[in-house]
């Protein structure tokens, strides 16, 4: 492993997600399958 330049360490850190955005995609991921679940259960007799 060769150890990464700080300019790499820079680029690799703009492209990664912070934490707030990770929540939030988590929290929208969660509520879409919430509600496709309640559809799908909703759907069954």
Do not use: H, N
């Not at 990770?22 to 919430?34: D, H, K, M, P, T």
Request: glycine share 4%; hydrophobic share 55%; aromatic share 8%.
């Amino acid at each position: 492993m060769t150890p990464l330049s700080d300019r790499q360490v820079e680029r690799l850190r703009d492209r990664l997600p912070t934490a707030e955005e990770v929540v939030a995609y988590a929290l929208l991921f969660s509520l879409i399958w919430g509600a496709l679940v309640l559809l799908f259960v909703g759907c069954l007799p």
